[in-house]
């Protein structure tokens, strides 16, 4: 969208696509507004790891290190940060900012899931 408000699009821009490792940076700045920068950093590290996205690590390495909010571990640390009082109030909570930011409604794509 430009800044007078017009959209342009090419390619196949009607079709659907499951938004999975976007949703990595969006929760990431969720987390940081939720808990502030400080707090955030004392349980996720910034650094990037070198390893491949899906890694499994092991206990020794769990010890040594925070984990990076752009790899799945640190995601999934980083999403249990999200405030709510109840599992389905973080899912809300996270559902809302996905349809912020992708502009429409947003769903578990179960077959994927």
Known sequence: MTTKRRIYGAGDTEVLFVIQSITKPLV???VLEDWGWEYVL????????????SKIINSQEIQERKYNPTVNAGAI??????????LLEQQQRLFEVFRRYVGREVEVNQLIF
């Not at 004392?42 to 996205?53: A, L, M």
């Not at 999403?79 to 709510?84: A, D, M, Q, R």
């Open 42 to 53: 004392n349980k996720i590290g910034v650094e990037p790891t070198g390893e491949p996205f």
């Open 28 to 30: 990431y700045g969720m």
């Open 77 to 86: 640390v980083t999403t249990s940060l999200v405030k709510g009082n109840t």
